[in-house]
């Protein structure tokens, strides 16, 4: 079992950047893969972007590549998120998300363990 606490949210304008964190601990960090996912008001929960084991391997949704890069420091126990030129639609709760599975991961069921969440809110 594995226990993730994001770290780094916070209310920014648009077109500013965040690092988020998501600090493990418990079983081995590096047997994860890991994702990060969003939710806005009133919205299901949606994919924003996973890593592989070794963090060589990464992919994105459609709506952030470009813009956000997802990597991890396994001597560190830790998963980042850097989000770049956000947008007011970004605004939501993002989660980080553990897999106990050898494949990426793009959906939330996929998922095995998760954080409490951390608030990203980007005023226009």
């Known amino acids: 079992q594995v226990q993730l606490v994001e770290s780094g949210g916070g209310l920014v304008q648009a077109g500013g950047s965040l690092r988020l964190s998501c600090a493990a601990s418990g079983r081995t960090f590096s047997s994860y893969i890991m994702g990060w996912f969003r ?3 009133g919205k299901e929960r949606e994919f924003v ?8 391997w990464s992919n994105y949704a459609d ?3 470009g813009r956000f890069t997802i990597s991890r420091d396994n001597a560190k126990n830790t998963l980042y998120l850097q989000i770049n030129s956000l947008k ?30 951390t608030q990203v809110t980007v005023s226009s």
């Open 88 to 117: 007011p639609e970004d605004t939501a709760v993002y989660y980080c998300a553990a897999r106990m599975r050898a494949s990426l991961g793009y959906n939330a069921r996929d998922y095995d363990y998760w954080g409490q969440g």
């Open 39 to 41: 939710q806005a008001p």
């Open 63 to 65: 709506s952030v590549k």
């Open 49 to 56: 972007a996973t890593i592989s084991w070794s963090g060589d």
